[in-house]
């Protein structure tokens, strides 16, 4: 099982990102997926969770309204569009596997965003 | 919401001592629905602990995990130096998941 985020980078206040999740060695439209972030020197925050059909979604309150969470099932990969960005939003970026929708197993290796002008 | 306190927030021990993590939540987790997590610096959190006390694969005998309600416990019973890590619980609970702030073990 492989998991590889790619996206992050500068952006700049009340701007936009586009995250990506590529997944390999599993049958991937059959898990649910999510995102979890950590922001420097702190603990892991839950941001989003897509079913593995994509026809449900759900946020933290922190992201909700400005995060959109989705994937395209035949190409294997999962995103999150981040959009009105702040400093808060600064953090390295995981994606995880949810097979039970309980617990996260296994992460990919983090994709870093930074918000600063 | 249910938060999640982890304590103490940094357990300084030797290596062959046993570390005892506790995690506590604002109101009554499914023991279904609790799980650990180890992280190292610079690398991802990997999955230790599912279902309170079911370890994951690959994760040696001497981590354990117990507890039910709003209180668990993640045990190492005798520390090896690959140990020392910081160690987080998750819950999930009403379509929300939230971890703990984090305990590191530290060498002492």
């Known amino acids: 099982v492989q998991l590889l985020e790619s996206g992050g980078g500068l952006a700049q206040p009340g701007g936009s990102l586009r995250l990506s999740c590529a997944a390999s060695?599993?049958?991937?439209?059959?898990?649910?997926m999510a995102w979890v972030r950590q922001a420097p020197g702190k603990g892991l925050e839950w941001v989003s969770l897509?079913?593995?059909?994509?026809?449900?979604?759900y946020y933290a309150d922190s992201v909700k309204g400005r995060f959109t969470i989705s994937r395209d099932n035949s190409k294997n990969t999962l995103f999150l569009q981040m959009s009105s960005l702040t400093a808060d939003d600064t953090a390295v970026y995981y994606c995880?596997?949810?097979?039970?929708?309980?617990?996260?197993?296994?992460w990919g290796q983090g994709t870093q965003v930074t918000v600063s002008s | 919401e249910i938060v999640l306190t982890q304590s103490p927030g940094t357990l300084s021990l030797s290596p062959g001592e046993r570390a005892t993590l506790s995690c506590r939540a604002s109101q009554s987790v499914s023991s279904s629905y609790l799980a650990w997590y180890q992280q190292k610096p610079g690398q991802a959190p990997r999955l230790l602990i599912s279902?309170?006390?079911t370890r994951a694969t690959g994760v040696p005998d001497r981590f354990s995990g117990s507890g039910s309600g709003t209180d668990f416990t993640l045990t190492i019973s005798r520390l090896e130096p690959e140990d020392f890590a910081v160690y987080y619980c998750?819950?999930?609970?009403?379509?929300?998941?939230?971890f703990g702030q984090g305990t590191k073990v530290e060498i002492k």
């Open positions: 060695g599993f049958t991937f439209s059959s898990y649910a």
């Open positions: 897509i079913t593995n059909t994509g026809d449900r979604t």
């Open positions: 279902f309170t006390s």
């Open positions: 995880a596997n949810s097979v039970t929708r309980i617990w996260f197993d296994p």
């Open positions: 998750q819950q999930y609970g009403g379509s929300r998941w939230s």
